[in-house]
């Protein structure tokens, strides 16, 4: 019986998470129990201890453990952090603490808690077997009923040893309460802070990746499930390097929205009629004017109040369409280097970049290409409507990575066929690398006329080498170079400013 209060939604809860997180149930049974308990634990949003007077012995230890580790701050700190009516990041902090827990225990008194735990139904399937016996015996005749009755006493014997057996077990854990207290808190409490971090971990993955979807699930329009996190987490824990991405896009995204918000919104400029209303800002002069006359000023506040006042109809310039965003990636080997004193990749924050751009696609309903190169024709291209894409597909797009040399020909050649296949204008395209850039005079003057006639503007960020500046300054309405990683606050803002 577990030490938690709970109820059928909550059994299915927990047993529809075992399946989907199939290692939470390969740890031993004693870990079993202890995992269904702290699962309630976390995902109830007021769990409730049982009284621990009406608990078995092995269960009152297990009271005891579980006492120990929901009276931590670090198992309020997970909470907070989203196990609540979550079942992936329930399964994943009750796996964890459990495992921590049962393995710092003492072999000795795991051996003990296993006895009791598989006594107790023991005994009272024997005590219930020596009860079948009697009534059975009380209808039979005499011989037979003198065996049923010595079976009877066969199993209440063996249920007295079970049960003395039991008891000198529950004593002896009894002795040893404070060091089974102490053990399960100090080992919850480190087991609780890593579960806290992998919940925030797989909170960022699933965040990034499907920050292109609609419906944040699998584009079918429904919420994403957890069958589907858990999937999406799966892929994204084999890599370290989406792991990072994930992580690094978080910090990107917030600069992004705070650099989309402070560019300069355009107010209303044109007049189109006159209107009444309240705004003092448009109001007519002569309406203004009754202010100056004593006779008229109650007249002025009457309308005002009224919004009655005779002012400017005005409107802003129609909002124009917007072109596509497209992403050129260097994917030639060096970009698998760190780059300053940083210990990130020059791979991994311009991934980052890209899906921060992304975002901002989304969010603007722009179409959103990627495009992956390196040396002669080695290009790969994803293409992305409106900004919206599945998470398995944003993750291949990612995760994808030629590794070979640098060349800049058939990317400017794929980024104006994008551009021209538009029917907006005014695309962005965006370069970043870290090679040696050259570009024939034949492609050059073919980009520029090109992209002028499509009012396309052109920003290029070089990593750690500034020799190909000359030449994509003539290609780039501006550029921006990056020594270190970790100051690309100017660059940031002059991609994340389109």
Known sequence: MPIIAHDRYDEEAYRDAILMHPQASQISPIGQDLTEDLFYSFHQTLPRLASREVLSPSRQVYHKILEEIINTYEWNDVRGGGTVDDPLYSIMAAKSVAKSVIGKLEAGILRKIEQLRDAEPEIERLFGE?????????????????????????????????????????????????????????????????AESDIKST?????????????????????????EKIELA?????????????????????????????????????????????????VLPVELGQLADPDLEPLFFKKYIEGQLLQFDMRGSEKQGRGPIIVALDSSGSMQDTLGNSSTTKEV???????????????????????????????KVFEFSKGEVPPSELIAATDFFICGGTSYDEWMKRSLKLVERSKFNRADTICISDGEVYITDELEKNWNSRRKARDMRCYSVLLGDEQGGEVLSRISDAIATVDDLRDDNDALNLMFSI
């Open 130 to 194: 020596a009860e079948t016996y009697d009534e059975l015996a009380q209808g039979a005749s005499d011989d037979k009923a003198r065996e049923l009755y010595k079976k009877a006493e066969e199993s209440r014997k063996k249920a007295a040893a079970l049960s003395q057996a039991a008891e000198r077990a529950a004593h002896s854990l009894d002795g040893k309460a404070e060091q089974i207290e102490d053990s399960a808190r100090q080992s919850a409490r480190q087991a609780l802070e890593e």
């Open 234 to 282: 799966t892929k994204v824990g084999k890599s370290d390097r989406l792991k990072h991405i994930a992580e690094l896009t978080g910090r990107m995204n917030r600069i992004a929205l705070q650099t989309q918000k402070s560019k300069v919104k355009h107010p209303p400029d044109e007049i189109v009629g006159i209107t009444t209303g309240k705004d003092l800002g448009k």
């Open 203 to 227: 909170q960022a993955a699933i965040e990034t990746f499907t920050r292109g979807s609609s419906s944040g699930g699998s584009g079918n329009g429904s919420a994403m499930t957890a069958r």
């Open 349 to 379: 924050w311009s991934k980052s970049v890209m899906l921060a751009l992304l975002a901002i696609a989304h969010k603007e309903k722009r179409d959103f290409a990627a495009i992956h190169f390196s040396h002669g024709q080695a290009v």
